[in-house]
């Protein structure tokens, strides 16, 4: 028996999500069904984040125990002759066999991609949230030093999360604007359900002047999903990097 | 009565091609459907490229005739309306009445797009061939330069196409790497059916080190489509810009 650990990546325009549910397509079904194929044997993967439907990921996580003779790092190739062309698995290696993606220190970095142009550019529909209002990057830029910290972010997270605590350690928050692309970077210790779609909708709400920068330390005060702004839309997020602290480069 | 010219930008995945054809979907049907919704006009557009089945455009032209009061350089919003969502004119304007984008002098700029990384991004899926293969991009440009000038492309053409002469100006063919992606521009006053696919297709071969790049002249004068490689597959194919030269920054 051995462990292995998965590098994913998806688009998540088809998917109901990552996480397993009946009746809908997720990309924990998707990978399932590759190991069944592989190695004959029915398992349960233990993902990284539980991203939600639309949602795409270039490193999101995860690990399934095995008997199989395939080597860890040979897994990524022999899985990807199972999957559908929209998810890949990027790499594998063997773990620690008490190893889990959620419950060790990791770092996860998300992007949040907005589209302000006149027009939008249909290449990219399913990547960028689409606004042709104009976005105050600056003021943008000023509410995201709000975020950055250790803060108790209940303000920032969709009821129906089954969490011990809300608080949780924002290393960076990354305003920039490239032509007329708005990409917000957000890297931390872990994230709340929606929270990072929450936090890209306020940010949205600072950048059409509606919401004053300043007013960023008072919403993470109110400890109330109604003080932030809205969800932003899912396919404008994408699960950048999911870095296990303690062993950096494994993947 | 006045002649409008469109800019279509479209993903070419859902579509077999730009050109209209019974029984499957077309962005020509598409556009000429989004006419009528706007305008309750039938007619027939007049397109400047026909491009394949999976083929992509930033920067596709096509004009029609239209008695609506609506002005040339709003369709573009009316239209955008009543299209679906992978298919966009970006920009629209009034043209003399004479005006045919495909009986004037025009330079169009395509890109192939190839990754050879080890996997591929599926976030990137409809819009790069992928090889595993590695391929020698400076063998690549060297049989690149052959290919440029003004020369008898029928070596480069697909049985099938209805042209008076088979003769073209290649203006420029660049091969760059950009980490693991390969990207091929070509840039010509025009191009036969299935020209820039069977020109990557030649290059890959090089690439491969299948071909030398010191083949290319008798390829061209041989002046048989069996001369010259495979045709490179659809989806790593985006026309990026259809200017008009004698129009520049029209539209």
Redesign the interface.
């Known amino acids: 028996m051995k462990r292995v650990l998965l590098r994913i990546?998806?688009?998540g325009t088809a998917y109901s999500g990552f996480q397993i549910q009946p009746n809908a397509p997720t990309i924990q079904e998707a990978v399932e069904e590759a190991i069944l194929q592989v190695t004959g044997e029915k398992t349960e993967i233990m993902g990284g984040s539980r991203t939600d439907a639309g949602v795409?990921a270039?490193w999101n996580v995860a690990v399934f125990d095995t008997n199989s003779p395939i080597p860890g790092e040979k897994f990524?190739?022999a899985l990807?002759g199972h999957l559908p062309?929209?998810?890949?698995?990027?790499a594998s290696t063997e773990v620690p066999e008490d190893f889990h993606p959620r419950k060790c220190d990791s770092t996860k970095t998300y992007r949040y991609q907005i589209e302000t142009g006149r027009?939008?550019?249909?290449?990219q529909?399913n990547?960028y949230h689409f606004t042709y209002q104009g976005l105050d990057v600056e003021a943008m830029q000023k509410a995201a030093k709000y975020i950055e910290g250790t803060h108790d972010f209940k303000s920032f997270c969709s009821a129906g999360a089954q969490v011990s605590t809300t608080v949780r350690t924002v290393y960076e928050v990354k305003v920039e604007k490239e032509e007329e692309k708005v990409l917000i970077t957000v890297k931390g210790n872990g994230f709340l359900y929606n929270m990072v779609r929450i936090i890209a909708g306020t940010l949205m709400e600072v950048g059409y002047g509606r919401l004053a920068p300043e007013k960023l330390p008072e919403i993470i005060e109110a400890k109330n999903r109604k003080a932030a702004g809205p969800t932003a839309p899912a396919k404008g997020l994408?699960l950048l990097q999911y870095d296990i602290d303690n062993m950096p480069g494994i993947l």
């Open positions: 990546a998806y688009e795409h270039l990524c190739y990807n062309e929209d998810v890949r698995i990027l027009i939008y550019n249909p290449l529909k990547f994408i």
